[in-house]
């Protein structure tokens, strides 16, 4: 299970009335959670049952302005 937080503010902008400047905070599996994958199948093979990699990604975050008028 992967945990998503976003958070969204605008700014009003004194320019012009109806500026405003809108800001974007997004993390992905924000508690960095690892999901393991599959252990190696293939019995005589030096990766068997190991685990080597994961089914999700790791923590992204992305930030993000976004001017509207």
Known sequence: MS????LQRLFPLPLRESMRLEFRAEAFNI???PQ???PGVTL???SFG???S????????????KLLF
């Open 54 to 65: 994961t089914s999700r990604p790791s923590r992204q975050i992305q930030l993000g302005l």
């Open 31 to 33: 508690f960095n959670t």
């Open 44 to 46: 005589g093979n030096a």
């Open 36 to 38: 393991l994958g599959q």
């Open 3 to 6: 945990t998503d937080l976003s």
């Open 50 to 52: 190991a685990i080597g």
